[in-house]
């Protein structure tokens, strides 16, 4: 059963407009939140992450929200490039020694200019 | 240069034939970890190490195996057991064991003749 999930696999937004990438959670124990961005044949890079113990992380273009009563989290990309077009994963993990970063299944994000 | 070095970056495999993924890192991070990307199925991992001489399982180690007798090394064998090793493989790396954002390698793209 999926832990983390991302239920829209694909996203078009116009350049200078906002994109908005959702992300929901089943595991309670879950207290880190990152996001990845990836483009083909290449390896993941860092966007942004946010502790359970903040609702919000902002940092430049891009901010993270956490909505913890609703598992629910989600990236606000202000304004949309088209340099933005990737794969974005939401991923999460808990504060519990040898755990792993679990991944959704990603959104695939196209900025046209 | 610091970093993750992912090797080869393509890889063929023929039936019944056991191959091997390098993973190289001098950011002296002590994790480290191996995920399998698949279309539309995001991120899943296969095993992780904190320690040298250490490892666990993941979510589908079935058909491969691992072994970490340096810090910095970590590769992964995919073995005849797998049926189905077709798939993009990426090595990511963590300073700590809990709570950490990964850094990934550039990754292997497996195929099997």
């Known amino acids: 059963d999926q832990q983390v999930k991302q239920n829209s696999p694909s996203l078009s937004v116009q350049e200078g407009r906002i994109s908005i990438l959702n992300c929901d959670y089943t595991?309670?124990?879950?207290?880190?939140f990152l996001w990845y961005k990836k483009y083909p044949a290449e390896g993941p890079t860092f966007l942004i992450s946010i502790s359970s113990i903040k609702d919000k992380n902002e940092d430049g273009r891009f901010t993270v929200f956490l909505n913890k009563s609703a598992k629910h989290l989600s990236l606000h990309i202000v304004p949309s490039q088209p340099g933005d077009s990737a794969v974005y994963f939401c991923?999460?993990?808990?504060?519990?020694?040898?755990?792993?970063?679990?991944f959704g299944k990603g959104t695939t994000l196209s900025v046209s200019s | 240069d610091g970093g993750i070095t992912q090797s080869p970056k393509y890889l063929f495999r023929k039936e019944g034939q056991n191959v091997t993924l390098s993973c190289e890192q001098n950011?002296?991070?002590?994790?480290m970890y191996w995920y399998r990307q698949d279309p539309g199925q995001g991120l899943r991992l296969i095993y992780y190490?904190?320690?040298?001489?250490?490892?666990q399982k993941g979510d589908i180690a079935e058909g491969y195996s691992v072994s970490r007798e340096k810090k910095e090394s970590f590769p992964l064998t995919v073995t005849s057991a797998q049926k189905n090793p077709t798939a993009f493989y990426l090595c990511a790396t963590a300073p700590g064991y809990a709570n950490e954002k990964l850094f990934f390698g550039s990754g292997t793209q497996l195929s099997v003749l």
């Open positions: 190490s904190q320690i040298v001489n250490d490892f």
């Open positions: 950011l002296n991070h002590d994790a």
């Open positions: 991923a999460a993990s808990s504060n519990q020694a040898g755990t792993a970063l679990i």
């Open positions: 595991n309670s124990m879950f207290d880190y």
